[in-house]
């Protein structure tokens, strides 16, 4: 099966909307071993986002989330969340806009990819349904340090930082 995942969470759901509609209503335009496995992003004006830039500034209403989130789950379509601000110190995790988004979004579907220790710590405590995955933001190059790691266990999926793709002996090596 090949895994999809559609970008633009919030900024581009009216495509991602269509795309997904017809892809269940004219199956016959995919290949059969294809699925949208999740849609990821954020809501604007996160502050635990990783900064990315956005055409229009819109802040989206919690009515707008429930859509987007009821929209995609109905489909049993994850929404990975992605908090990837490094800067972010305790203090942030109380942030009343992502914890409104978090509870939202909370069940054993959705996702959110995490950098910071200290909001991990806390989305663990206080929304336990998320599955979390570890961000190749986090930059492990280290080989040590990547296998433990995935050795955790505490992630439902890691992403290695991108200069490790061309490495195929450590690739190969990986569990």
């Known amino acids: 099966m090949i895994n999809f995942m559609l970008p633009g969470l919030y900024e581009n759901f009216i495509c991602n ?56 789950n109905e489909k049993n379509i994850a929404i990975r969340l992605i908090f990837t601000n490094k800067l972010l110190k305790e203090e942030h995790c109380f942030d009343k806009f992502n914890n409104i988004v978090l509870s939202i979004c909370e069940n054993d579907l959705n996702e959110v990819v995490i950098n910071s ?13 998320y599955k979390f995955i570890s961000s190749t933001t986090k930059c492990i190059l280290n080989q040590e340090e990547l296998k433990k790691e995935i050795n955790n266990n505490n992630y439902h999926m890691i992403c290695l930082d991108y200069n490790l793709n061309h490495d195929i002996k450590l690739l190969n090596s990986l569990t």
């Not at 990315?52 to 989330?65: C, D, G, N, P």
């Not at 220790?117 to 349904?129: A, C, D, M, T």
């Open 17 to 72: 909307k269509f795309f997904t509609e017809i892809y269940f209503s004219h199956p016959e335009f995919f290949y059969d071993n294809v699925k949208i496995y999740a849609v990821y992003g954020n809501f604007q004006f996160s502050t635990w986002d990783g900064g990315r830039i956005f055409r229009e500034y819109t802040h989206a209403s919690v009515e707008k989330i429930q859509e987007i989130v009821n929209f995609f």
């Open 117 to 129: 220790s200290v909001l991990e710590k806390y989305i663990r405590k206080n929304y336990p349904k």
